[in-house]
């Protein structure tokens, strides 16, 4: 489970983001840095970029830094681990033009993360044998429909994790999304047109990624906060639209039953309203598509006040009551809520 969001740094854009930086300094949380951008290089780049990357250390974050041959041709240094120690960077991200050779040099000296993309399983377990600290690292990607579809991203994600490595993977923005086409950078495409706080549970629970960085420069102060809860409490923040009268089922902290179906969510706590004898009469008694929330009511007798939430549709019942919704853009949600797992209704 990732301690912290991992940021994405783009030295065009630092001082627009160095309020959102200011939150998580000092907790060790990783940034990711390119540092072969070549629409970023100019005369003062090179100045530039290790002021930036001086700061952070003195922050106390773990400077991730994307190199390739470029990198080294900009800055004019003979090595990576020569130009790593200069920018105090914790861990380089081999792109490409440089050897399997090399990267395992690199790896004896310090961390290293490897392009999930483009490694094998076989290379990657062969520098992870020979290195303190090996990753992999899924791209994110910029135009729609190039992203990852699940089937891969898990299929990927297992091969290197049994080839002994840590993965890690991207979340779009929801503020300041990043050019050219600005519409989301997500390592999995179905999270473009998720909440970024959605996306990280997803990629936390389904994909059990060890560290989740935000692509995009910006990102909500209500998305990080959810963010934040789930990574220091366990808590999933769930977006809701709940029907009138029953908005004081917001913010409490429920847990779904280790028994839950498949096919819906079990609120074990809503049994202590039908312990009390909560009366809930029928209304809007609808089709339950996936997402609804319902509550029994009366015509379930010792039932009278479960609520659940839905995750296939299910045909209308005239014992149960549909009093709310989760948005579609939330709803990957459903599946990353497990037997025992605490979760809590929020205004979208």
Known sequence: MPKA???SLYLSTFAAQCS?????????????????????????????????????????????????????QQFGYGSLTELAKHLQLWALRIDYGISREEIRAIAEEMPVVLNASTISAEDAACIAGEGREVFAMHNFYPRPETGLDEQLLMQTTQALRDAGLKVLAFIPGDTMLRGPVYEGLPTLEAHRSCLPSAAFVDLAVRFGMEEIFLADPGLSEKERQRITR???????????????????????????????????????????????????????CTVRARGSITIDNVNYGRYTGEIQLIREDLKADPRVNVIGSVPENSRLLLECIRGGQKFTLVRP
């Open 230 to 284: 789930f990574c220091r409490d366990g808590v999933i923040c769930v977006p809701a639209v709940l029907s009138p009268g029953y908005e004081h089922l917001y913010d409490a902290v429920f847990t779904c039953r280790v028994d839950s179906p498949r096919w819906l969510v079990r609120f074990q706590e809503s049994r202590v309203y039908s312990c009390k004898g909560i009366d809930v009469e029928p209304e809007n």
């Open 5 to 7: 969001l991992g940021y």
């Open 20 to 72: 959102a930086l200011r939150g998580p300094a000092g907790t060790d949380a990783p940034i990711f840095l390119s540092l072969h951008i070549s629409e970023e290089f100019d005369d003062s780049y090179c100045r530039r970029a290790e002021e930036v990357c001086r700061t952070l250390a003195r922050q106390g974050y773990r400077v991730i830094a994307d190199v390739s041959v470029k990198t080294l």
